[in-house]
């Protein structure tokens, strides 16, 4: 566990106020534009290891064929970074809504194509018909980022049996989008729209500063839950 100093508490402050507006949807996506460049070095002093456990269980269930992914909310690219260095041979496309943080994913090569684009509600993404074997949504569905309700946008661009990949921060600051995320998965699975494959509860970042501190004075790890649901 990371200890508690001045500079990892202002550090965690500041991937949440640099980044992330929980009033308005549209500056989270400025900030996110604005403080790319930076985005990668905050994080993974924080020990960001979701993009980590996408990548391993993508790379898993791709066993070992050329697939094709879309990484939504892509980011800087750390999805495909990490699946690169497990040997992945498929090819990764990569949305996002921030023209900042993909102008540093564009700089890694590791994606096809890279596309900006705000995932909403009902409105299609800008892929046609074409069908996905793997999608993957790392840190994007949360507050001021993705609604639970564009699970159903990501599912249009989805084959029969292939899998959804996404995290989800479990901590109180949470809370409110949790249980309305819950809602949204019974929902889609009384519908048939897909099965859960696997789910695991994983570290999002070594420190969560917002949740006090435990029995012995130490500091939470910030968790996240992991779900793979397969398409029906
Ligand atoms: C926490 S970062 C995760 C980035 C990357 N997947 C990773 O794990 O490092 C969240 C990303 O979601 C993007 N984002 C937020 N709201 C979005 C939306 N509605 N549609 C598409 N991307 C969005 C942001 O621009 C940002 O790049």
Do not use: W
């Not at 496309?93 to 705000?118: C, F, H, P, V, W």
């Not at 699970?151 to 292939?162: E, F, I, P, Q, S």
């Not at 994983?202 to 004075?217: P, R, S």
């Amino acid at each position: 566990m990371l200890q508690q100093t001045k500079d990892n508490v202002q550090l965690f402050k500041n991937v949440y106020t640099d980044f992330v507006d929980l009033s308005s949807a549209a500056n989270t996506i400025k900030n996110y534009t604005s403080n790319a460049t930076s985005y990668d070095t905050m994080v993974t002093e924080l020990g960001y290891e979701a993009p980590r456990d996408v990548a391993f269980l993508t790379f898993e269930l791709s066993k070992g064929k050329p697939v094709e992914i879309l990484d939504v909310a892509c980011g800087t690219g750390l999805v495909a970074e990490r699946l690169q260095t497990l040997g992945f041979i498929g090819e990764i496309d990569g949305l996002d809504a921030s023209s900042g943080m993909l102008k540093e994913a564009k700089a890694k090569t590791l994606y096809r194509n890279l596309i900006e684009q705000t995932v909403e509600p009902e409105v299609n993404l800008p892929f046609g018909d074409k069908l996905y074997d793997i999608i993957t949504c790392c840190g994007g569905l949360s507050q001021s980022h993705m609604s639970p309700d564009t699970l159903d946008v990501l599912l249009k661009n989805l084959k029969a049996d292939g899998f959804l990949i996404f995290t989800v921060k479990n901590n109180k600051a949470n809370a409110q989008y949790l249980l309305e995320l819950d809602k949204k998965l019974s929902s889609l699975e009384t519908l048939g729209k897909f099965k859960l494959e696997r789910f695991v509860e994983t570290q999002y970042l070594e420190v969560d500063y917002g949740e006090g501190t435990d029995e012995f004075g130490n500091v939470p790890k910030m968790m996240a839950k992991m779900y793979c649901y397969k398409k029906c």
